[in-house]
């Protein structure tokens, strides 16, 4: 489906509100206008019930309790509340967390900023896939260590980490695990009690739904979670988050989870046959692709792909509004340094600025996939036929 003249293929960045979600949302603006904690009055009564339904939609999605999950307004606000809010939480016990060098920026630059506010953060490193040494983890664990924090699946490769095994270790070494499952809620089948993790972030917008709703799990259960919240006020969500719910967007959550649990197999193989059917295609078609990561662990729309000697700016200004996607220096705003992800991995910068990801999703159709095949192949061609650097690598002068 295209929207205006642009094939969409950035889905993990965002993705369109389906329109059976924004038909739920829809009377809440208007007809339902009311506030969720306005106990006194039948408006109060059914925008709490509006709410606490997917309280319940999205707690058996992540085989969790209602009283676990906690709306905010979107993932970076959950990631930050969990980090910090355990970071203040449990400074008794220690102050040193561990992290992933090829986590979200939400992520990363809350542990950044805790590290300079008197924590102490350890950033694995990963190897040339993407993945993370489980030993190197067990043993980064110290007496003052209070919280793990890895992903579900990564935004830019797709790359899956063995989650439940992480939180297998968590266990052993009695520290808290908090996972960043943005990519993967809705997406794949979530247990939080399989992956051992005590607090789980996403967002609503990443799954069709609108922008500006959140997610956290926070187990009440062998062991309770405490937090320190990160905003004050009318105590909402057991004074954890404060502040009037976004009653049409939690309502379009609701549906949105719905949608993607329904569709999640078919969904999930769908895709992966149009990403297969790209790759294979770009890899058959042009000289020099590399898929980035670990292919084996992978969300299944998700495709990373690094085109020797080529500019993935450049490429992507070559093919015009034509095709929306992301390139390996443009996960961050508009920062044009290469991806931090890319170069954890063991990239060069040169190779992490020639990558691109393709992000599939279910807007997406075949003969869209097809048109993004010819479109990058002439791209990438006439970016080679005028570069010196191309010449040179032909006439055997460069790797
Ligand atoms: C998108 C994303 C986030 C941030 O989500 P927001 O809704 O923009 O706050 C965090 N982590 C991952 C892995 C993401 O993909």
């Known amino acids: 489906m295209k929207f205006g003249k642009t094939i969409y293929l950035d889905y993990n960045s965002t993705t369109p509100v389906d329109p059976q979600v924004i038909e739920a949302m829809t009377p809440y603006f208007y007809e339902h206008p009311g506030n969720a904690a306005s106990k006194g009055h039948v408006m109060g009564w059914f925008a709490e019930d509006a709410v606490e339904n997917t309280r319940k939609i999205v707690a058996k999605t992540l085989h969790a309790e209602p009283a676990e999950i906690i709306f905010t307004s979107g993932a970076t606000e959950s990631i930050n509340l969990a980090l910090k809010g355990v970071a203040d939480r449990y400074k008794v016990k ?36 993407g993945q993370i040494d489980l030993e ?92 320190t919240p990160l905003f004050h006020g009318g105590g909402h969500e057991w004074d954890l988050r404060s502040g009037t719910l976004n009653v049409p967007g939690i309502v379009g959550l609701g549906t949105a989870i719905t949608i993607a649990n329904q569709r999640m197999k078919q969904e999930e193989e769908r895709l992966g046959q149009l990403r297969d059917y790209l790759e294979r295609n770009l890899i058959d078609q042009i000289e020099g692709v590399e898929i980035n990561g670990d292919v084996q662990k992978r969300l299944s729309h998700v495709s990373n792909l690094r085109f020797l000697h080529i500019d993935g700016e450049a490429l992507m200004t070559k093919m015009g509004p034509s095709i ?66 191309w010449d040179m690598y032909k006439a055997g002068m460069l790797p």
């Open 324 to 389: 929306a996607l992301s390139s390996g220096s443009a996960c961050t705003s508009a920062s044009a340094a290469p991806s931090h992800v890319l170069l954890a991995m063991g990239l060069t910068d040169r190779e992490a600025k020639s990558s691109i990801r393709f992000s599939l999703g279910r807007f997406v159709e075949k003969e869209e996939i097809e048109e993004v095949i010819s479109k990058v192949t002439s791209a990438v061609q006439s970016l080679r036929s005028i570069s010196p650097v």
């Open 136 to 227: 190197e983890l067990r043993n980064a664990i110290r007496e003052d260590t209070i919280l793990v924090s890895v992903m579900f699946a990564n935004n830019e490769t797709g790359h899956i980490h063995p989650i439940a095994e992480i939180g297998k270790i968590c266990h052993d070494c009695n520290v808290l695990f908090f996972c960043d499952a943005t990519q993967a809620v809705g997406k794949v089948e979530i247990d939080v009690h399989e992956m051992g993790v005590h607090l789980l972030a996403f967002s609503s917008h990443k799954i069709y739904g609108s922008k500006g709703v959140g997610v956290l799990y926070r187990r009440q259960t062998a062991p309770s979670i405490q937090l």
């Open 94 to 129: 220690g102050k040193h967390l561990i992290t992933v060098k090829t986590e979200h920026s939400a992520v990363l630059d809350t542990c950044t900023y805790l590290a300079k506010i008197g924590y102490e953060v350890t950033f694995l490193p990963v190897n040339h896939l």
